[in-house]
């Protein structure tokens, strides 16, 4: 039987770009939202992907939502953290609002999301995680104190997921991509883009699909002794 695939965040966006690779794969994937974007979420569940809406910050609703999964699709077998927000400011100006919310969602959200699933990986001694941080989170990023925290926390936690769940065949890994096509991109003004792109060696912005290639690597039998690793996908945006 074919595995199941939980992508947080996986209606739009490099999200969606994971949600569809691992259907080509031949997983069966379930791919959740926060409820912002209607029309993406039933844009992903027309293309045979169920999807379902909870907020990743609450980890009870996580738990929830999980357990729907697993009722309607089988154990959880690979999970991808994906759903993440900015709320950017520079740090004399971050109020703690704006932390919070970061933190919750990318940081608290990828420990709702995973450990719910992770006696049930344990058991069957079988499971994938993959944490989608940032090149943020390796190198900092003026205006986001808030986000480069959670993205830096991410690889903590992998490296610590690895090590805990390796006896158990469980492989724990994170992607750091760097600038990619997205909404949360394109959202930035026009010449601050055009500023980014300039310091990208490759001179151009990574495609959700250079993303979704990496997960399917990661999850797949072929990447069974990567444990605790980081995939730096960023077209040689080197950062020290
Ligand atoms: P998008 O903004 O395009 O999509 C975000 C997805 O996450 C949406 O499906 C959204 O649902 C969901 N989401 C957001 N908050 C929550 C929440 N609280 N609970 C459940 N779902 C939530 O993001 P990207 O595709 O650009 O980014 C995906 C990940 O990749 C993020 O973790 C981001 O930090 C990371 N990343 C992105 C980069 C980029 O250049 N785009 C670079 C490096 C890392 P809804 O549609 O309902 O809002």
Not at 110 to 115: A, D, E, I, P, S
């Amino acid at each position: 039987m074919a595995r199941t695939a939980l992508v947080t965040g996986g209606s739009r966006g490099i999200g969606a770009a994971i949600s569809r690779a691992l259907k080509e794969e031949g997983y069966t994937v379930a791919a959740t939202y926060a409820g912002n974007d209607e029309a993406a979420a039933k844009f992903t569940e027309e293309t045979g992907i169920k999807t379902y809406k909870w907020n990743v910050a609450d980890y009870d609703s996580s738990k929830d939502g999980i357990a729907q999964v697993e009722a309607e699709l089988g154990p959880i077998d690979i999970v991808i953290a994906n759903a993440g927000i900015t709320r950017d400011a520079p740090f004399h100006k971050m109020t703690p609002q704006q932390w919070k919310e970061v933190i919750d969602t990318n940081l608290t959200g990828v420990f709702n999301t995973v450990h719910p699933v992770w006696s049930g990986m344990r058991d069957r001694g079988f499971g994938r995680i993959v944490v989608i941080s940032s090149i943020n989170g390796q190198k900092g990023q003026f205006g986001q104190v808030n986000y480069a925290a959670t993205k830096a926390g991410d690889l903590g936690i992998i490296k610590s997921l690895a090590q805990e769940g390796a006896a158990k065949g469980i492989t724990a890994n994170a992607i750091c991509p760097g600038y990619i096509a997205t909404e949360m991109v394109m959202a930035v003004p026009e010449a601050v883009r055009e500023k980014i792109i300039g310091m990208i060696p490759a001179g151009r912005l990574g495609e959700p699909e250079e993303i979704a290639r990496c997960v399917t690597f990661l999850v797949s039998e072929d990447a069974s002794f990567i444990n605790g690793s980081t995939i730096s996908a960023n077209g040689a945006q080197f950062f020290v």
